[in-house]
């Protein structure tokens, strides 16, 4: 099969499978997506690699489609494009060298500054000229701009973007801005960030990234918990002990000293990534599957959030961290936190939910993990063998399942603790799982703002982490040393126990092999 019909294969397949979240009419007019920052590690390892698996799926037709990348080094087209050609071929792609070709040579290059007009003249100048060339009706064409760029130029970009690139939109046409986290380092400044970009732009306008939004398994829980009918009467404070959402890393820093001490574990992941999958588990049914309705539900949990108590809160920073000649000798910055936060409603009163993310750990994964009560009435004497517990193996290893007490094989009547098991590599043979940044992309140019970040879900989350923040920055509370290749401080697991989580001895999850 030659590359061509290869690629055309999967875009066919693909088109007929695909699912949007809303029922937009279709687009006709030409897409020019920029990449703002495209110099950078994040469009290079990230925004170009999903730009490419959308394109040999499909999703972006060459004859409708151009890519431009803007940033202050200056390069030429072809620089630019062998700078991306090593990040495109990976483990889970197959392609042709020829399709590779292809895509990049959608790819043209502006170079200019990110406060200066002559540059973004220059970039509309260019977008412009494609569209002329596409044969695009004048406020037809639609403009993509990503912006994979620092907070502390968000502003400035948005004012060039508004002032010199905007398009037509009274003929279908559109222009979107994504921006990457972090939004702001509190609610001051997320607040203030969210008015600079909000004077230039509609929320419908703003696209708000949180890729762990777009990951597979955070995906499906909208689709486990309100189309299962066995998990509703279950999914409540009478049932579920306590809830822990977990991020471990086997590394450090690994050269994001700097960068990283600035924010911290709880900036960093708690208070976005690991906020956002918290709502999703405790969200009320919402009306429907739009976009709005989805993310007034989110909002409600956020706003039932109770201030959190210093005594449910284990900070600790992995020795070693210092050494690293970017990061200050007496930093403060956590590199590993658990966080209770509580909800205030009526599903939840009274469960914990234990927000666990660290650095330098002994393992690496992204777990849910939801803990049952005890079974009332034990007559098996099996409560010491552990609890129910419905885990959600975010990464790596995607899975789900259900630990429960079963008979142990044989004669006598004991009970062992096994599962029921759907570890997606075992039951999808064959099926590629999109990355995360392919999924949210793609939402953008559907306009689909369902797996995005709403302003005042932002504004909520800060609200509930802004304090303990403040009193970690002015040094109020102090991170646990604790050793590389651990668990991270003994005070967690004290912690956690102590809110009811029950930790299983003898029993280990083992990903089934194919």
């Known amino acids: 099969m030659g590359s061509g019909e290869w690629c055309l294969q999967k875009r066919d397949s693909l088109r007929s499978d695909s699912f949007s979240g809303n029922e937009n009419v279709p687009e006709t007019g030409c897409l020019s997506i920029i990449v703002l920052g495209a110099s950078g590690d994040l469009a290079k390892k990230k925004t170009f690699p999903a730009l490419f698996h959308l394109y040999c799926q499909g999703f972006l037709p060459p004859d409708e489609v151009h890519i431009f ?28 060298s020829e399709e590779v070709s292809k895509f990049l040579q959608l790819i043209k290059y502006v170079s200019g500054s990110y406060d200066g007009a002559e540059g973004f003249q220059l970039l509309d100048k260019e977008i412009t000229k494609l569209e002329i060339s596409k044969s695009s009706q004048e406020g037809s064409s639609r403009r993509l701009f990503y912006l994979a760029l620092p907070p502390s130029v968000y502003p400035s970009v948005c004012r060039m973007i508004r002032k010199y690139c905007m398009n037509k939109s009274d003929l279908g046409g559109w222009t979107r801005i994504v921006v990457e986290k972090p939004f702001g380092k509190d609610l001051d400044s997320a607040e203030q960030l969210s008015s600079q970009i909000g004077e230039l732009f509609d929320e419908p306008q703003i696209y708000r990234i949180d890729h762990y939004l777009g990951k597979e398994l955070v995906q499906n829980l909208l689709v486990l918990r309100f189309a299962n009918r066995f998990f509703l009467p279950l999914w409540n ?16 820093t690994e050269g994001r000293g700097g960068y990283f001490d600035e924010y911290g574990i709880i900036r960093d992941i708690i208070q976005n990534h690991l906020l956002q999958v918290l709502c999703l588990v405790a969200m009320e049914k919402p009306v429907s599957l739009k976009p709005e309705h989805i993310r007034d539900e989110k909002v409600k949990v956020l706003q039932s959030v109770l201030p959190i108590k210093d005594e449910e809160v ?13 990061v200050p000798n007496h930093s403060n910055t956590p590199t590993f936190a658990t966080v209770i936060l509580r909800i205030h409603n009526e599903r939840w009163e009274g469960v914990p939910f234990i927000l666990k993310a660290g650095k330098a750990l002994n393992s690496r994964k992204a777990e849910i993990r939801v803990q049952f009560k005890d079974v009332p009435g034990d007559i098996f004497k099996c409560q010491k063998q552990g609890r129910n517990e419905f885990v959600i193996r975010l990464q790596p290893s995607e899975a789900m399942y259900m630990k429960l007490t079963v008979k142990q094989p044989g004669l006598e009547m004991s009970t062992v603790q096994s599962e029921l098991d759907l570890s997606y590599r075992q039951r999808y043979q064959g099926v590629t799982i999109p990355e995360a940044y392919e999924r949210l992309i793609l939402d953008t140019i559907r306009g689909d703002q369902q797996h995005f970040v709403r302003r005042d879900e932002l504004k909520a989350a800060w609200e509930i982490f802004t304090p303990l923040l403040h009193r970690i920055d002015n040094g109020e509370m102090k991170p646990i040393p604790y050793r590389t290749g651990s ?28």
């Open 69 to 96: 990348g803007y940033a202050r080094t200056k390069i030429s087209d072809d620089d630019l494009r062998n700078r991306i050609r090593g990040y495109l071929v990976n483990d889970r792609s197959a392609s042709p």
């Open 237 to 252: 404070r009478d049932n579920i002990d306590n809830v822990q959402i977990v991020f471990r890393e086997d590394f450090g």
């Open 314 to 326: 284990v900070l600790g920073q992995y020795e070693g961290y210092r050494d690293d000649p970017t």
């Open 487 to 514: 668990r991270g401080p003994a005070e967690a697991d004290e912690l956690s126990a102590k809110a009811g989580y029950v930790q299983t001895h003898g029993y280990i999850w083992i990903p089934p092999t194919l």
